[in-house]
């Protein structure tokens, strides 16, 4: 596609961009700033672009992908991670409420009932809840990978049973 041509569809695709970007964020400056992302990351990328490829798409997944990037991000910078001795503390948003007073006395029932736990379910829970995928944990612990999931499920339940007063 021609420079130019290629200037031209992607300024006639704004509106539907602003639309799709407003599906997305459904807040009207986010969706502003995600369009002007999206456009100059295509210009910044049009010699990628490749002539038989639909343009619609290649431009809707550039969004997409930039709104999931974006979105992460935020997701990321929002999660504090435990570096306290006993690491059975669960990585909670920023924003949880256990600040309160009664949230401080969840978060010691929680790490109570991990602490009940025997070992073969609380080392690869925490494990998990520390941010270790599954065959990361398998790995370390020399056991299938199978198991290692079962025992989660089954650490999980159990602390679903254990703290059903505070569902």
């Known amino acids: ?41 295509a210009l910044d990328n049009k010699e990628k672009y490749i002539d038989n490829v639909n343009f619609k798409g290649w431009v809707f997944t550039i969004m997409r992908n930039i709104f999931i990037n974006n979105y992460r991000k935020v997701v990321r910078n929002q999660t504090v991670v435990d570096q306290t001795e006993d690491l059975y503390q669960l990585n909670l948003p920023q924003d949880s409420g256990f600040e309160t007073p009664d949230g401080a006395y969840t978060i010691q029932e929680i790490n109570k009932a991990i602490a009940n736990f025997s070992d073969e379910y609380k080392i690869p829970f925490s494990m998990h809840v520390a941010g270790y995928k599954y065959n990361e944990i398998a790995e370390k612990m020399n056991l299938p990978l199978g198991t290692i999931k079962s025992r989660i499920f089954f650490a999980r339940k159990q602390l679903q049973i254990m703290l059903k007063d505070y569902q």
């Open 1 to 41: 596609m021609k420079k130019r041509d290629f200037e031209k569809d992607l300024v006639r695709m704004q509106e539907n961009l602003l639309h799709f970007a407003y599906s997305l964020t459904t807040d009207r400056e986010e969706a502003m700033d995600l369009l002007q992302d999206t456009t100059l990351k």
